[in-house]
């Protein structure tokens, strides 16, 4: 059962905003909210504009908690930056072989200094842009006093392989610590501030444990 309906049977309002291309409207993870918002024509960047209608849809918001999930793309290839987020870019350096801005899987490259440093520029410089979006939707939902009753988690579904081994870039059937080894960030009500939770954990383990934290009752078995 996804945790959409489990919080929607709990008497909450669902809402998904997402510029992702392959979550549709026709999916089972759309079907399972109240409300759906799409932007398209922005595949892989696009964070102000998602937040700018998480925004909007926090003004749509009634009487009842809320579920709201918000699906970022700017760290994925192919990056956009604008400035001041592609700060760190040496465009002098790309080999011109290579578009390291638009790379899926290269294995068996033979990637210079200068290619690590660009797609390292690429990959921060999208984590800082996603950052400033969503430092925005958390001023929005404290100016609307929602912040400190919200329980927030930031997570990801995979990292990048950035040429660290001076071959291989992406996120393909090879396992690399940067692909496997992601962020999972949780604050809100009930959690303990500051702390670092060492032992492996996986993202099958964050719907039990909003299950659990939010005191939610359902009848779905959980792996995690």
């Not at 964070?47 to 926090?58: E, P």
């Not at 939707?137 to 579904?157: M, Q, S, W, Y």
């Not at 660290?164 to 080894?181: I, L, Y």
């Amino acid at each position: 059962q996804l945790f959409p309906v489990i919080a929607r049977d709990n008497g909450s309002r669902t809402i998904m905003v997402s510029a992702h291309p392959v979550i549709l409207s026709a999916t089972r993870l759309s079907k399972s909210f109240d409300d759906v918002v799409h932007l398209r024509g922005h595949p892989y960047s696009g964070v102000f504009d998602v937040v700018s209608q998480a925004d909007l849809a926090l003004d749509r918001l009634d009487e009842r908690p809320f579920f709201l999930y918000v699906h970022l793309l700017d760290t994925h290839f192919p990056h956009r930056l604008e400035p001041p987020y592609d700060q760190w870019l040496d465009r002098r350096a790309r080999s011109p072989q290579m578009l390291l801005d638009q790379p899926r899987f290269y294995e068996n490259a033979d990637f210079t200094q200068g290619d690590k440093e660009y797609l390292r520029g690429l990959h921060d410089g999208s984590i800082l842009q996603s950052d400033a979006g969503i430092a925005r939707l958390i001023a929005a939902l404290k100016a609307r006093r929602l912040f400190e009753n919200t329980v927030f988690i930031i997570g990801g579904d995979h990292g990048e392989v950035l040429g660290e081994d001076g071959a291989t870039v992406g996120h393909g059937s090879n396992s690399f610590d940067e692909v496997m080894r992601v962020p999972l960030i949780v604050s809100g009500p009930g959690v303990p501030v500051g702390e670092r939770y060492s032992p492996s954990v996986a993202n099958l383990d964050i719907v039990p444990t909003l299950v659990g934290l939010l005191g939610f009752e359902t009848s779905a078995e959980f792996h995690g």
